[in-house]
Structure formats: C-alpha cells, structure tokens
C-alpha cells in the first residue's frame, strides 16, 4: 500500500527553524518526483518545493527560496524540508506529495500524505 506519514511540524518562534520529514512505503522515492506543498484555511494548496527522480535542481516557490530546503535519503525513502528564517507567514499545514504520472484519464496519479502543522508565532 502507498503511504507517505510527515512528521516534525510544531509552533516554532519566527526566525527559528524546523525540519519536516516525509516517510514513504509501498514504493520507492527515487524514481518519482517528491515535492512538499502547504495550505492555510481557505486557500488553494502551494507548492513549495519540488524534488525530480532525475537528481536535477529542486524548484522552489519564490516566498521560501533561500531559507527552505528540500532533501532525500534514497535509503531511508524519506524527504526532507529543512525550513530556515521561518516567518509567521510560513503558517500553513504541509503536505508531502509522490507524483506518479499522468492516467489514462490526463488526470495525475499521486499520493498525498495527511499533513503536519506548522506555526510560527512569538
């Protein structure tokens, strides 16, 4: 069965930092891309940072570039979001994603994982 489970939010103080985990079963991250994306009551889901199977440069969205940093350990089959200088506009719950491909359909197939909360307050 494919699972992803994050870990690792919390209320952290602004300017302090955080590391997300994401553990995956029921398949292998090193040949899909992984990416972390975050949402906040009554807003579309963000993409924050994207990771590709093909080991090139992970993107990331222009509010976080510089202080976030996505990561994988292939032998664990877990992804990372290192999250620096964090902002009270960094509050958001933060999904981890496994993207499979497109189906037939044109629609994507992935897999979601149930969230991890993070809040930055003083």
């Known amino acids: 069965q494919v699972r992803l489970v994050e870990s690792g939010g919390g209320l952290v103080q602004p300017g302090g930092s955080l590391r997300l985990s994401c553990a995956a079963s029921?398949?292998?991250?090193?040949?899909?891309?992984m990416s972390w994306y975050r949402q906040t009551p009554g807003e579309e889901r963000e993409l924050v940072a994207s990771s590709t199977s093909a080991g090139g440069n992970p993107n990331y969205s222009d509010s976080v570039k510089g202080r976030f940093t996505i990561s994988r350990d292939n032998a664990k089959n877990t992804v990372y979001l290192q999250m620096n200088s964090l902002k009270p506009e960094d509050t958001a719950v933060y999904f981890c994603?496994?993207?499979?491909?497109?189906?037939?359909?044109?629609?994507?197939?992935?897999?979601w994982g149930q969230g991890t909360q993070v809040t930055v307050s003083s």
């Open positions: 994603n496994a993207y499979f491909g497109i189906s037939w359909l044109g629609t994507p197939v992935d897999q």
């Open positions: 029921g398949f292998t991250i090193v040949s899909y891309r």
